[in-house]
């Protein structure tokens, strides 16, 4: 079956723009992550949606960054006034459950000049 | 807090050697899981297995296992007889059960194995 979409595979922006970045998981899975992997950070937690539950947006960098997901599918990250620091590739995960094993998307490439 | 360490950057080998990657972790949860990725370099993240704290059991899947002790919380990954396709960063990773399932990773090693 269809593993989990992103899009768009890459972004190139200038700073101070916003960016939306998309993610379709795997159809049946209640369980959505978003994940940052950069050069200095390594993968990061951002946020995680279950359901209609209350996401965790414990790893969110800053007020900058946002994410819903809509009809408990597909979800948006939004980054208003991208900085250069926010330049990483984005990773979208998915699974049946939480503490089941996510899969991945082959990630967003976010360039901010 | 919960914290995992890979104190190998980087490891390369011949082909046909055998190679353990290490990966130690930190939690105070009783019930966790401990999982290994691995990220070719096409980028995308690849699951290769879960085990949950209470199944100290080792696991064998072909020319990969992987031997978890809780004694020395250490979750390491042997790969026998390594082939060229096996290069890749591989990263371990720790769940929580006190916390939303988000994956705390490694910071990767990454294997070069050459012909």
């Known amino acids: 079956g269809a593993g989990v979409s992103q899009s768009p595979s890459n972004k190139v922006t200038e700073k101070g723009k916003d960016v939306e970045l998309r993610c379709d998981p795997i159809?049946?899975?209640?369980?959505l992550y978003w994940y940052r992997q950069s050069l200095g950070q390594g993968l990061e937690f951002l946020i995680y949606?279950?359901?209609?539950?209350?996401?965790?947006k414990s790893g969110l960098p800053s007020d900058r960054f946002s994410a819903e997901r809509t009809g408990g599918s597909v979800s948006t990250l939004t980054i208003q006034r991208t900085q250069q620091e926010d330049s990483a590739v984005y990773l979208c995960?998915?699974?049946?459950?939480?503490?089941?094993?996510?899969?991945f998307g082959d990630g967003t490439r976010l360039s901010i000049l | 807090a919960q914290k995992v360490t890979q104190a190998q950057t980087e490891i390369s080998v011949v082909e046909k050697e055998d190679v353990t990657l290490d990966c130690v972790y930190e939690?105070?949860?009783?019930?966790?899981?401990l999982f290994w990725y691995k990220q070719p370099p096409s980028g995308e993240l690849v699951f290769l297995i879960r085990?949950?704290?209470?199944?100290?059991q080792n696991e064998i899947s072909g020319r990969y296992s992987w031997n978890f002790q809780k004694s020395t919380s250490s979750f390491n990954f042997t790969i026998t007889a390594s082939q060229v396709v096996d290069s890749a960063v591989y990263f371990c990773?720790?769940?929580?059960?006190?916390?939303?399932?988000?994956?705390?990773f490694g910071q990767g090693t990454t294997l070069q194995v050459k012909p």
């Open positions: 995960a998915s699974s049946l459950w939480s503490r089941e094993p996510q899969h």
């Open positions: 159809s049946g899975h209640t369980a």
């Open positions: 949606f279950q359901g209609n539950s209350a996401p965790d």
């Open positions: 939690t105070r949860d009783t019930t966790y899981y």
């Open positions: 085990r949950n704290s209470f199944d100290e």
């Open positions: 990773a720790l769940s929580e059960e006190s916390n939303t399932g988000k994956l705390i």
